[in-house]
C-alpha cells in the first residue's frame, strides 16, 4: 500500500476513537436536544473524538491514531 | 471542571465496529429530509382528497371554542375517532422517519402517545373562550408545564425518544410553506436575506471580538458567534464541528442559547404587544433576534394569538407573524449555516494554531452537507399550493380552496407545533446544562443586546413596510 493510501486510511473516518453514534452525541452534549439534534443536517459527519474530547471530521488526522480493529 | 468534562470516561474505549458505522448521506439519511418528505405527503394526500371533492379535513381535526370543562370533553369525545386517527397518522409518519434514523420504535410509540395526549389537553385549554383574557396561548401552555415538570422530576430516558423538537417544528415549517404564497416568498425573501445579513454579521462579530478581548480560544469565541448569530444551537452544533472545537465549549454555546432563547419566547411578544407592533413587524423582530427556530415559533406564534384575540387592537392578520418569523429566520439565516460553517473551517485550519495536534482541512462539500434541508420542503410546499390557487378565481379561494385544502394542512401544522412546544419544555434541564462561566456569558449577551436593539431597528423603521405587506 502507497504512503498516501495509508494516510488516506490512518483518519479519523477509520479511528476507533471517533464516536458518531447520534444517539451518544445527543447524551454527550448536554442541552443539544432541546433545540437541535444530532440527527439534523447541520452536524453532517462531524463526530466526536474521544481522545481529544472535540468535534472531527472523518479527513481529520492525528498521532494518536488507531484503526478501528486493530 | 464543569460536569460536561467530568462525565467524560477516564479512558477511551474501543469503538464500534466500522460496519455498523452509519452514513449520513442520501435523502433519508437525517430529520431534514424525512421533514420533507413528511411534509409534502401530507399536502400531496390533501390535494388528492382536495381534487377528488373530499378533504382532509376530517382527519386534521382541532377542538372547538368551549365556555365549560363539560362542552370541552363533549368536543374530544365526540371526535375521539378522529383523534386516534389523528395519533395513528402521526405515529406512523414519525414512527417510520425515526426508525429508518436508528432510533428505538418501542421508546418512541409509548412517548409519542403520552405527548399526543398532553398536545390534545394543551390544545383543548388554549380554545377555552377566557383563554386570552388570562395569557394563556398555546406555546405558553406547553412550554411552562414542560420545564416545570422537566426541572423538578426525573423523567425516565424512555421518555426522551418521542421528544423531538427539531423534527417536529422542521415538519411544521414544510407545512407553514403550504400557506405562504410563493409570490410572497420571492417578494419578501430578498429582505429578510438584507436583514439578516445585516443583523447576522453584527452579532457574529460583536461575540467573537468581545470573547476574544475576554481571553477566549479563537475556536470557542467562533462557535458562541455563530450560535447567536444564525440559528442558536444548530449553528453551534455546525460550527463547533467545521472549526473543530472542544465539545464542552459546544455545550457552552448550546447551554447559552437555551437559556437565551427559553428568555425571548417571553420577552419578545411582551414586549412587542407593549410596543404595539403589528403582527408582521413583530414576526420580524422575533426572526431576527430569536435564537432557535422553534423558540422563535413558540413566540410568534404566541404573539399572533395575542393579536387574534386582542379585537383588533393589534394590526395585522395572526397568522402574519409566523409567517414573517419564518421567512426572516428560515429563508434570512438558517440557510447559510453551510457557508458559515465552511468559511470558518478555512479559516480555523489555516489561521489559528491546533494545540491539540489534530490535521484538518476545509471541505466545500460541508456547504451542501450542512444546508437545512427542509427549507427545501418549505419552498416546494409553497409553490405546489400556489400552483394549485393559480387555478381558481380569488373568491372560490376563498370559498373552497382555504377550507378544504389550506386549513386542513395549516390545523396539522399546528400539532407538530404544539408537539414541539412541549417537547421543548420537557427536553430543558437547566441543571444538566453545562457550567457557563462568566466571560462567555458577557461575550453571548453582548451578542444579545446588539442583536435585539438593530433588530428592532430594521423590522420596525428600516423595513416595516416590507413586512406589513404579509398582511399588516
Known amino acids: 500500500m502507497s504512503a498516501v493510501a495509508d494516510q488516506r486510511e490512518a483518519c479519523c473516518a477509520h479511528c476507533r476513537f471517533r464516536r458518531e453514534d447520534r444517539s451518544e452525541i445527543e447524551r454527550r452534549v448536554p442541552g443539544m436536544v432541546s433545540f437541535g439534534s444530532a440527527y439534523g443536517a447541520s452536524i453532517a459527519a462531524s463526530a466526536l473524538c474521544e481522545v481529544h474530547d472535540a468535534w472531527v471530521s472523518p479527513g481529520d488526522g492525528c498521532s494518536r491514531f488507531r484503526a478501528v480493529d486493530a | ?472
Open chain 2, 1 to 472: 471542571m464543569s460536569e460536561v468534562t467530568r462525565i467524560l470516561p477516564a479512558s477511551a474505549r474501543p469503538s464500534e465496529n466500522a460496519a455498523v458505522r452509519q452514513e449520513r448521506r442520501g435523502a433519508f439519511s437525517n430529520e431534514d429530509w424525512w421533514s420533507v418528505w413528511i411534509g409534502l405527503a401530507v399536502i400531496v394526500v390533501a390535494w388528492a382528497l382536495f381534487a377528488n371533492g373530499s378533504s382532509l379535513k376530517w382527519l386534521a381535526v382541532a377542538p372547538a371554542k368551549w365556555k365549560t370543562l363539560a362542552d370541552a370533553w363533549q368536543g374530544i369525545a365526540t371526535h375521539a375517532p378522529n383523534y386516534l386517527a389523528l395519533f395513528a397518522t402521526f405515529a406512523l409518519l414519525f414512527g417510520t422517519a425515526l426508525a429508518l434514523l436508528g432510533q428505538s420504535l418501542s421508546r418512541f410509540l409509548p412517548s409519542f402517545l403520552i405527548l399526543f395526549v398532553a398536545s390534545l389537553l394543551i390544545f383543548t385549554a388554549s380554545a377555552w373562550t377566557e383563554a386570552a383574557r388570562y395569557n394563556l396561548e398555546a406555546p405558553l401552555i406547553a412550554l411552562v408545564p414542560g420545564l416545570l415538570v422537566s426541572n423538578t422530576v426525573a423523567l425516565p430516558e424512555w421518555f426522551q425518544s418521542g421528544l423531538r423538537v427539531e423534527f417536529y417544528i422542521k415538519v411544521g415549517i414544510v407545512l407553514l410553506g403550504a400557506t405562504l404564497p410563493l409570490t410572497l416568498l420571492v417578494w419578501a425573501g430578498p429582505v429578510a436575506v438584507g436583514q439578516a445579513t445585516i443583523v447576522s454579521l453584527a452579532t457574529f462579530f460583536v461575540i467573537f471580538l468581545t470573547g476574544k478581548a475576554l481571553g477566549l480560544d479563537k475556536r470557542f469565541a467562533a462557535v458562541l458567534g455563530v450560535g447567536g448569530a444564525v440559528c442558536g444551537v444548530s449553528a453551534s452544533i455546525a460550527a463547533g464541528g467545521a472549526v473543530r472545537a472542544k465539545r464542552e465549549q459546544t455545550s457552552v454555546a448550546i447551554a447559552l442559547v437555551v437559556v437565551w432563547a427559553i428568555v425571548m419566547i417571553f420577552v419578545l411578544p411582551f414586549a412587542s404587544r407593549a410596543l404595539g407592533l403589528s403582527t408582521a413587524v413583530a414576526g420580524a423582530w422575533i426572526g431576527t433576534s430569536e435564537f432557535a427556530d422553534a423558540a422563535g415559533i413558540a413566540a410568534a406564534q404566541a404573539y399572533g394569538d395575542v393579536a387574534r384575540n386582542a379585537g383588533g387592537a393589534i394590526a395585522g392578520a395572526p397568522d402574519a407573524a409566523v409567517q414573517a418569523f419564518t421567512l426572516m429566520k428560515v429563508v434570512g439565516r438558517d440557510i447559510w449555516i453551510g457557508i458559515w460553517a465552511f468559511v470558518l473551517a478555512w479559516v480555523a485550519t489555516t489561521r489559528w494554531n491546533s494545540d491539540d495536534g489534530v490535521q484538518a482541512k476545509a471541505d466545500a462539500r460541508e456547504i451542501w452537507a450542512r444546508f437545512p434541508k427542509f427549507v427545501i420542503g418549505f419552498v416546494l410546499a409553497s409553490a405546489l399550493v400556489t400552483w394549485i390557487a393559480s387555478h381558481y378565481s380569488l373568491a372560490d379561494y376563498r370559498k373552497v380552496v382555504t377550507p378544504d385544502l389550506v386549513a386542513p394542512i395549516s390545523a396539522l401544522r399546528t400539532w407538530a407545533f404544539t408537539f414541539c412546544f412541549l417537547s421543548i419544555g420537557l427536553t430543558t434541564r437547566l441543571r444538566s446544562l453545562a457550567a457557563i462561566g462568566w466571560k462567555p456569558f458577557v461575550a453571548f449577551t453582548a451578542g444579545v443586546a446588539v442583536n435585539i436593539v438593530i433588530g428592532y431597528v430594521l423590522s420596525v423603521h428600516v423595513f416595516a413596510d416590507y413586512w406589513n405587506g404579509l398582511g399588516g
